[in-house]
Antibody, heavy 118, light 107 residues
Framework: QVQLVESGGGLVKPGGSLRLSCATS????????MSWVRQTPGKGLEWVAY???????RYVDSVQGRFTISRDSAKKSVSLQMNSLRVEDTAVYYC????????????WGQGALVTVSS | EAVLTQSPATLYVSPGERVTLSCRAS??????LAWYQQKPGQAPRLLIY???NRATGIPARFSGGGSGTDFTLTISSLESEDFAVYYC??????????FGQGTKVEI
């Protein structure tokens, strides 16, 4: 069965960095885009970034230039490197399989809490 | 920029009732409109894609409809496990994906 397992969340000071990882299994990794989606009580669900099988990437404007999404085909994993973190980046970050044929996130990880606070 | 507005914010219902949730888009949805269910402490789960198609394993009591800018999710007879928050999602160009703010279905 499809599984997505995030790791790497935690508490970081404003301006700091954090790296999230997502290990996947149960599907052909190279067949899918992968995305990160975050959730806050105030703003709800927000798509953050995606990466294609050939490593094309795209970001929401608010993280452009600060966050970098990458994927490792050998390890079937996707990562999100977050630099210059702001208080407003505090959220639960979900790794999600991105089905571009249907335009949906059809499988999600359990989420990783990132707290940016001094 | 695509904006999705869901109504109502909270819906108080009883088991067995028929429930209809609304999602209105700020611009015509030409392609993909989906619905997700989220329970406390869990990730969202895909229910409906392409406006009216149920995802794998989703019970037939869930149905989606609509077109243009107005969409609905209907639960024909609410069961206890259906009390949750429901989100609509539109895939567009900018932002790449937009989510509604959610409708909470409560007892």
């Amino acid at each position: 069965q499809v599984q997505l397992v995030e790791s790497g969340g935690g508490l970081v000071k404003p301006g700091g960095s954090l790296r999230l990882s997502c290990a996947t299994s149960g599907f052909i990794f190279s067949d899918y885009y992968m995305s990160w989606v975050r959730q806050t009580p105030g703003k709800g669900l927000e798509w953050v970034a995606y990466i294609t099988a050939w490593n094309y990437t795209r970001y929401v404007d608010s993280v452009q230039g600060r966050f970098t999404i990458s994927r490792d085909s050998a390890k079937k994993s996707v990562s999100l490197q977050m630099n210059s973190l702001r208080v407003e980046d505090t959220a639960v970050y979900y790794c999600a399989r991105d089905d571009i044929k249907r335009g949906v996130f059809d499988y999600w990880g359990q989420g990783a809490l990132v707290t940016v606070s001094s | 920029e695509a904006v999705l507005t869901q109504s109502p914010a909270t819906l108080y219902v009883s088991p067995g009732e028929r429930v209809t949730l609304s999602c209105r888009a700020s611009q015509r949805v030409s392609g993909f409109l989906a619905w997700y269910q989220q329970k406390p402490g869990q990730a969202p789960r895909l229910l409906i894609y392409d406006t009216s198609n149920r995802a794998t394993g989703i019970p037939a009591r869930f149905s989606g409809g609509g077109s243009g800018t107005d969409f609905t999710l209907t639960i024909s007879s609410l069961e206890s496990e259906d009390f949750a928050v429901y989100y609509c999602q539109q895939r567009s160009n900018r932002p790449r994906d937009a989510f509604g703010q959610g409708t909470k279905v409560e007892i």
